[in-house]
């Protein structure tokens, strides 16, 4: 079995856009290195607004690459809501947020020059009791936060909620804070500017001054469950077509609803959808079910294919199969698995494949 290095790339958190590609270390002369070519150099760019078309009070995007723990580009859109970013061609994740807006997600295979243009969604509809959680932090003169503190902000009226500052270190010039529910954050109505958390989500900052009460009018935010409008262009056909069903079956699908789009996609199409139906309802299949998809996912896509890696479950159910399929399945899974590790050009495909291969070489004691 043929191991497959990972090699890891990532950039601290800051508010300038930062770029992470991943690079070969080579020991060779001057003259050598003089006669190896510059990596290819793929872009991705975009223009993104608010819900109504308007621009954003602030976005951010966060780019990760198959394969690799942090993120290869993130930063702030500019004031159009506008990045531009130089990658290495590969598989990568595009984060894609906004103040007051829900965050976009989409695997992207980037070749040669991929965009995306549109308005971002807005937040689902929320019930607020009497009272909402805060997260909060104080900031000195130098925007450095300090411990985080949890509060609670009081209903005054049907939209308002009255949040009670406690008393401020004495270093202390503004606070940052978020509403919290559920485990879920989000930007406040009240802010003199904000921040990116770096995890989709965005700060409220506002000026201490003199306040002792933050006065919070929830009427302030968007109206709610706006979905996104983003276009994609410069996206191979296909796999564009198959990242669009993910998305779809997973926010509306059933299995049985989804299957017969996959039969009648034309043959080019076909496996894409097969892929795009494991990725999403592969798990929970019936056994025979999923082994006859796994098998025909194996006779049908290479296991050199790039774009493997946008289908990111994919692996659950060929994890299930390897333990319970029949052995005619399971070695042509296991030999198509090893093609994957040795041959596939994206890093983090490869990993994701290399992994069943070791568990299944450590129980029978064999890993090497």
Known sequence: MALVGLALAGCEPRRQPTTRAPVEEVTRTADAAASV?????????????????????????????????????????????????????????????????????????????????????????????????????????????????????????????????????????????????????????????????????????????????????????????????????????????????VARWRKHGAAERAWPEVEAAPPRLHRWLLLAYLDVFGAKLPKAERIAAVAELIDSVPPDDPRLGLFRSLEGPVWLTLEDGEPAVVNGLLAWLERRAAENPDPGDRLMALMPLLVRADKRGDAS
């Not at 793929?42 to 993104?48: M, S, T």
């Not at 243009?117 to 300090?146: C, N, V, Y």
């Not at 989500?201 to 968007?222: K, N, Y």
Request: negative net charge.
């Open 37 to 245: 070519p510059a990596p290819a150099r793929a872009l991705l760019r975009g223009a993104i607004r608010a819900h109504d078309g308007s621009p954003l009070r602030l976005g951010h995007y966060r780019i990760m690459r198959n394969g690799f723990l942090e993120a290869t580009a993130s930063g702030d859109l500019d004031a159009q809501g506008g990045f531009r970013i130089a990658l290495e061609p590969g598989i990568y994740q595009i984060e894609l947020s906004g103040v007051d807006h829900v965050r976009a997600f989409r695997g992207v295979w980037v070749q040669d020059e991929v965009g995306v243009t549109g308005e971002l969604g807005t937040m689902k509809t929320i019930e607020h009791g009497e009272t909402i959680s805060i997260r909060a932090q104080f900031l000195d003169a130098a925007g450095k936060p300090m411990p985080q503190v949890l509060l609670e902000a009081a209903r005054t009226d049907s939209s308002r909620y009255r949040l009670a500052l406690p008393a401020a270190p004495a270093e202390a010039v503004a606070l940052r804070y978020q509403l919290r529910k559920g485990g879920h954050t989000w930007n406040g109505p009240l802010a003199d500017r904000w921040q990116s958390d770096d995890g989709g989500d965005f700060w409220s900052i506002v000026e201490l001054g003199e306040r002792t009460a933050l006065e919070l009018d929830l009427s302030g935010l968007p109206p709610p469950d706006r979905e996104a409008r983003l276009q994609w262009t410069g996206e191979d056909p296909s796999s564009a077509a198959a990242t669009e069903a």
